[in-house]
């Protein structure tokens, strides 16, 4: 693995890749076993150097990160997606099965700062619309304000207790809503 | 200090009551006391709100005058952002971003009007119960719990004065019962009168962009949504309780507004037409404080659920959208296959 590829995985886990480079580095993930050991290597890293005090908040997430990105190649389409209302347990379903059996081709890897010092390190799967990779940087302000308009809109049904609590959320994301991101659900 | 992931636990220690049939009915009682004194009483606070690693000091406001509400929410250190209900419109001023959102009141003409309250089905979704607990700001406390039984809704701990049934300090937790925001008030003064003034915004808005939604298309009636798309799937508990259009800033076609409730807990679907322009770029999540955003690309339209749920509720629901099945007869606007289907 050469230097490049080393800063451009660190970049990635902290969320400062560039998006024109994060298309070709998650190819080379794809196609590179050994480079998905060390970027699952590198994430746990950068758990534990987040997690409060140095704690490992989970110790399976190198391992996870892996499955998830070997996950498209494991079972693409491999159940037709649910055409009728589903169950309760297909709610339940983990969320990377529910990407596979949607029959979507591949599947994008976000990993982002985590929004609070005490949260882990976290990485989601979720399915991408077309072939390409795709990748969030940070929202724009068009993003967060049509995410506010959103929130105040949303706020007008709530109970008056969760609308305190929602426009108080409101008023103290700053400087604007933060990114977030899910933990991979073991398949 | 409490860990985050213990203060449930410790509820359920402390909690076991003679009677938790009892308790949870005398629970209900007072969260229906609570939202009532929410909404219809005068009151002046200071409050701290926090989320882990950040607090902010904000005051809130509420007048009632002649059977409506005004509402000053403040922060008072940091982004300086305030949100003001008026007669007719909600304002969000974000004075960062030099933007004034507005957004028309829905509970225009009656102050409790179509209010989700607490329902009867309530302790099928989360455990209740009540306790007497220790003083706060020099006022007589009960402690009310809402434990979810599941994990698609937050958890929630009250701390109501028992005179006025005000909640003086409320901590919401997350579906592993760790404490993800608090709101302690600092002060709480009930006035039998607030004046207009002190429900008027301080933040100087000149030249600050006004952004609305469209008043005219938010209040139509139920309309079809768009392309008959609809969440297929919503949590145990949560049924459609409203659904209108809506012009959201910045883009040039109507949305579908669809708002869920169990009773405590909302989620909005928002559902628009066309490719994002300006939006979030789907598939994305988001989140302020508690609240949790997921928004996804359906069918050339973008798919949006937010509320205060955790993050894993939204995203299940907005990826859940798709075209609704056709029925063998036609349905009443109101029932939706989908989140009865689900209701056991």
């Known amino acids: 693995m050469t230097d490049q590829i080393r800063e451009q995985l660190s970049a990635l886990l902290d969320g400062e890749l560039p998006r024109d480079e994060m298309g070709l580095l998650m190819r080379r993930l794809d196609r590179d076993p050994e480079l998905r050991r060390s970027f699952g290597t590198y994430a746990l890293i950068g758990e534990t150097l987040r997690a409060p005090g140095g704690r490992i908040a989970s110790q399976s997430f190198a391992a996870r990160v892996s499955a998830a990105i070997d996950a498209p190649q494991r079972g693409v389409a491999a159940t037709p997606a649910p055409a009728a209302p589903a169950t309760v347990s297909v709610w339940r379903r983990p969320a990377v099965r529910t990407a596979l059996a949607a029959g979507v081709a591949t599947a994008a890897v976000f990993v982002f700062r985590p929004w609070q010092d005490t949260q882990p390190q976290v990485a989601s799967v979720q399915p991408a619309p077309t072939s390409a990779y795709s990748f969030a940087s940070s929202p724009t302000p068009a993003q967060n304000q049509r995410l506010a308009s959103y929130m105040v809109a949303h706020s007008q049904y709530s109970t008056p207790m969760v609308r305190r609590n929602v426009l108080t959320s409101l008023l103290a994301s700053d400087p604007g809503i933060t990114r977030a991101s899910y933990e991979i659900e073991a398949p | ?344």
Not at chain 2, 147 to 161: A, E, I, Q, S, T
Not at chain 2, 247 to 261: D, E, K, N, R, T
Not at chain 2, 270 to 286: D, V
Not at chain 2, 303 to 309: D, L, N, Q, S
């Open chain 2, 1 to 344: 200090m409490m860990r985050p992931a213990a203060w449930f636990v410790a509820g359920l220690l402390i909690a076991a009551p003679a009677s938790a049939q009892e308790t949870a009915q005398d629970a209900r009682a007072w969260l229906e006391r609570m939202s009532e004194a929410l909404a219809t009483r005068n009151y002046d606070g200071l409050f701290t709100h926090s989320t882990p690693g950040q607090a902010e000091s904000m005051r809130i406001v509420h007048r009632v005058e002649k059977g409506r509400s005004y509402e000053r929410l403040v922060s008072l250190d940091g982004s300086g952002r305030e949100v003001v209900r008026t007669r007719d419109e909600v304002h969000a001023y974000l004075p960062d971003r030099k933007v004034v959102l507005v957004e028309p009141r829905r509970d225009e003409g009656s102050l409790l009007k179509a209010l989700p309250t607490p329902g009867p089905t309530l302790d099928r979704y989360y455990d209740l119960s009540s306790r007497q607990g220790k003083k706060l700001l020099g006022r007589d406390i009960v402690i009310i719990d809402v434990r979810p039984k599941d994990r698609y809704r937050y958890g929630y701990r009250l701390w109501l004065d028992e005179a006025t049934a005000m909640p003086v300090r409320s901590v919401v937790g997350d579906e592993g019962g760790r404490q993800i925001e608090q709101i302690l008030f600092t002060r709480l003064e009930m006035k039998e009168k607030i004046s207009a003034k002190d429900v008027e915004p301080a933040v100087d808005a000149n030249g600050f962009q006004w952004v609305r939604t469209d008043r005219k298309l938010a209040a139509m009636p139920q309309l079809p949504a768009n392309n008959g798309l609809r969440p297929l799937r919503v949590p145990p508990g949560f049924r459609l309780v409203a659904s209108r259009l809506q012009v959201m800033p910045g883009s040039p076609m109507p949305a579908q507004h669809l708002i869920f409730s169990d009773g405590i807990a909302a989620i909005s679907v928002f559902i628009e037409p066309g490719p994002p322009t300006g939006g979030p770029r789907p598939p994305e999540a988001s989140r302020m404080g508690s609240a949790n955003a997921y928004s996804t690309s359906v069918h050339g339209h973008l798919v949006t659920a937010i509320g205060e749920v955790p993050a894993g509720t939204v995203r299940e629901i907005a990826n859940s959208v798709a075209p609704m099945p056709p029925l063998p007869s036609q349905a009443p606007a109101s029932a939706m296959p989908a989140a009865s289907a689900n209701t056991p």
